[in-house]
């Protein structure tokens, strides 16, 4: 069984960062491509991140490029997400998502594996 388990959410203060984990287990993701997902309260999920299977391609929504960094570590069979200069519209549940295959893409359709979410709230 596929699970994709994220960690190192929290409550931090505008301007802050935080560091995300997905560790993913069942499987390994090694040669797959890997994203990053949110969710605000009465918004649609929205695209944040995804890095390819060899973490040398990475692709960002404008809202977060330049403030957050994706990469990945196959050999620990997980992906993070560093946070940084976070804004209160920041603040979501964070979902890891998994394709079945190695090329990134931006849209949640495309991703078979989900994680639970880590709730990340930014204070102002």
């Known amino acids: 069984q596929v699970q994709l388990v994220e960690s190192g959410g929290g409550l931090v203060q505008a301007g802050g960062s935080l560091r995300l984990s997905c560790a993913a287990s069942g499987r390994t993701f090694s040669s797959n491509a890997m994203g990053w997902f949110r969710q605000a309260p009465g918004k649609e999920r929205e695209f944040v991140a995804a890095?390819?299977?060899?973490?040398?391609?990475?692709y960002y929504a404008d809202s977060v490029k330049g403030r957050f960094t994706i990469s990945r570590d196959n050999a620990k069979n997980t992906v993070y997400l560093q946070m940084s200069s976070l804004k209160p519209e920041d603040s979501a549940v964070y979902y890891c998502?998994?394709?079945?295959?190695?090329?990134?893409?931006?849209?949640?359709?495309?991703?078979?594996?989900w994680g639970q979410g880590t709730q990340v709230t930014v204070s102002s």
């Open positions: 890095i390819s299977w060899s973490g040398g391609n990475t």
């Open positions: 998502a998994g394709r079945s295959n190695k090329f990134i893409t931006p849209w949640s359709t495309d991703y078979e594996y």
